[in-house]
């Protein structure tokens, strides 16, 4: 029987069987009777790896069998397996030869925290976003037919990833082509409704089984000879299933189900992938799983055991901390609940990020007014578009990098509309160990760009505060960008009093040779470098109105103007700074720093900001450069 734990491992435990399987390859040597064994040991494996390290953790334990499953029945990798939602994969990752990395897992230099194809080739497709493993999986499908050869195409989405449109777009074009695939729907609880148990396990092996499909097909000639029959007996082959599995949506799209089966049964998961591997067609297996499965805490909280920290030995020292502020979504999600209090119109909107842009307590006050859409950002979008119109002010919560994905709705939907929505940019900027797929690093460059745009960049928590209350009064699209985790602890005013449109601030005035424009949270960092070569500092605050007053001042009363952005320097903040002065006919030495054209690896914020030169040093060093070679 399965161990269930409820204390993380802190020392590393014994894995004789997970031993034996270093690679898929000396996996697939096992007696089946040895794979229970294998996954026990291979949960305890990934609590102690996470545990080290920190990172995701509820997804990866419910997909233990399962994982074992795939690579026993399979030959990753030249069959392809493609993975949705990468923070299932740590199990994957352990089982293909990266075990002993685990430790460097979202270190820098160390292992990504999803698949990624330079880091393994049995990761054969790179993972950030979710609900991409359906089309992924069917285009290689499509490209190994037309090559010739024979490789399996398995797709593995889960965790909520079956509610985005993309995914239902491929579902439904598979058929179309005929494609030889499996679809396995990990069903943890955050996706279709579960029905497990003897009955449906027994199901599955029934109609999976060769002996099925080929009394089906055999039935399909002999009755397509009669008139009407084997439309009747479609029909009634159709509605049978239908009252005993919920596969007709799928079976309608011209997919073969087959589930729900128990995702940790591993006998069944392997009898039941051994008959499907080699059915022709689209296949979809579903099997339900528990998140955190093995986990005590983690399967009575799957949300707040999403993931975890890294573990502390027990016998370090305690050193004492002062205490943090609020993080930058702490304040925006104060703020939602003292704005929805003020205007009955307010409605608040999230793409499945309730807890992570901190909307549970809008949700709880406020719950008619409170749309969790799932992972579905062009919907989110649109959806707030629909609600302009009618008078109701949306604010849409959502991540930088997940915007992108509704930059068409952006645009078209609300920008040429000049409809009246917020948008809360969360996680804009670097951050940190989840890499580059989540990096907020294009939105300043992709939001300066729409025509009637309000943007804004705030520098502390009061800022965004009050940011927050103008984007929200502002008659158009306005989105306010800002970073994960907390600022400089700013004294926060309890009012909803808005900022004057376009207006910068001189935060520190220096000697007249170097002025520092920046836009956002740099503002600290931009101070301190200041020191060293006594510059003048100003919190432009907003990217689109530019305070065009105030950068002719500066231009005209400074030698070098330095523009500091946690943006693409390409189309960012400094870029329209230079666009503005060349529109003046202003010439003015120009520097700008913000993040290279390169994608950062994971790796500390700390250590991330450090090697763009977004750091005190960094600035102050680029700064020391620039004067040197202009002779100043």
């Not at 002062?322 to 703020?335: D, E």
């Not at 460059?445 to 745009?453: A, D, K, T, V, W």
Request: proline share 6%; aromatic share 6%; charged share 20%.
């Amino acid at each position: 029987m399965p161990k269930t734990f409820h204390e993380i491992p802190r020392v590393r435990p014994d894995t004789p069987v997970l031993d034996r399987a270093v690679m898929p390859e000396q996996l697939r040597l096992l007696g089946e009777a040895d794979l229970q064994s294998l996954a026990d040991e291979l949960r305890q494996e990934l609590l102690f790896a996470v545990g080290q390290t920190g990172g995701h953790f509820g997804a990866g334990l419910g997909v233990i069998e399962l994982t074992i499953a795939l690579h026993y029945v399979f030959d990753t990798p030249d069959d392809r397996l493609v993975w949705d939602v990468g923070h299932q994969a740590y199990p994957h990752k352990i089982l293909t030869g990266r075990r002993e990395r685990m430790a460097s897992l979202r270190q820098k230099d160390g292992l990504a925290a999803f698949p990624r194809r330079s880091e393994s080739e049995y990761d054969t497709f790179g993972v950030g976003h979710s609900s991409t493993s359906i089309g992924a999986a069917l285009g290689m499908a499509i490209a190994n037919r037309l090559q010739g050869n024979r490789r399996k195409s398995v797709a593995v989405i889960g965790d909520g990833a079956l509610t985005a449109g993309m995914a239902f777009e491929a579902l439904n074009h598979a058929p179309e082509v005929n494609a030889d695939m499996l679809v396995v729907l990990n069903d943890n609880d955050m996706s279709i409704s579960h029905n497990v148990g003897g009955m449906s396990n027994y199901l599955a092996r029934i109609l999976s089984s060769r002996t099925y499909s080929s009394m089906r097909e055999g039935s399909k000639k002999v009755l397509s000879r009669l008139p009407g029959a084997w439309e009747i007996a479609r029909r009634t082959e159709e509605y049978a299933k239908g009252m005993l599995v919920p596969g007709t949506l799928f079976e309608e799209l011209g997919w073969n189900y087959i589930g729900p089966i128990d995702g940790h049964d591993l006998p069944t998961l392997i009898a039941t992938l051994r008959n499907m591997r080699d059915l022709s067609g689209p296949q979809f297996l579903h099997v339900v799983t528990k998140k955190g499965k093995g986990f005590a805490p983690a399967e009575a909280d799957p949300i707040t055991w999403h993931a975890i920290s890294k573990l502390e030995p027990l016998d370090a020292p305690k050193i004492a901390q002062a205490p943090a502020g609020p993080r930058y979504s702490n304040i925006f999600g104060q703020w939602l609940c003292d704005m929805a209090e003020a205007d009955p119109r307010l409605a608040g909107i999230t793409p499945a990020m309730k807890e992570g842009s901190d909307l549970v307590a809008f949700s709880e006050r406020f719950p008619e007014r409170y749309f969790d859409v799932a992972i579905a950002e062009q919907h989110a979008v649109t959806l707030a578009a629909g609600m302009a119109c009618e008078g109701t002010k949306p604010v849409v919560a959502i991540y930088s990098t997940f915007l992108q994905r509704a930059y068409d709705q952006l645009i078209h939907d609300v920008a040429v509309q000049n409809l009246d929505v917020l948008f809360a940019i969360d996680r804009a900027g670097l951050v940190g160990e989840d890499g580059p797929t989540h990096a907020g690093s294009f939105d300043l460059s992709y939001l300066r760009c729409i025509p009637g745009m309000l943007v804004m960049t705030p520098s502390d928590e009061n800022e965004l505060r009050r940011m927050l209350t103008t984007g929200y009064l502002f008659d158009g699209p306005a989105a306010v960008r800002y970073p994960r985790g907390s600022g400089p602890n700013a004294a926060i005013e309890a009012g909803l009093e808005p900022l004057p449109i376009g207006k910068g601030v001189v935060r520190r005035q220096g000697d007249g040779r170097v002025a520092l424009l920046v836009f956002g949270v740099q503002l600290g960092e931009a101070l301190r470098a200041a020191e060293e070569s006594d510059a003048t500092v100003i919190d432009m605050r907003f990217v689109k109105p530019l305070d065009a007053t105030l950068l002719r001042q500066t231009a005209d009363s400074h030698q070098l103007l330095v523009t500091i952005e946690e943006n693409s320097i390409m189309g960012g903040a400094g870029s329209a700074v230079g666009e503005f002065l060349s529109a003046e006919g202003i010439t003015r030495p120009l520097l700008h720093l913000g993040l290279p054209d390169q994608y950062v690896e994971h790796a500390k914020p700390a250590q991330m900001l450090a090697e763009c030169g977004l750091d005190h040093q960094g600035i102050a060093a680029s700064i020391r450069t620039r004067l040197e070679l202009l002779g100043l």
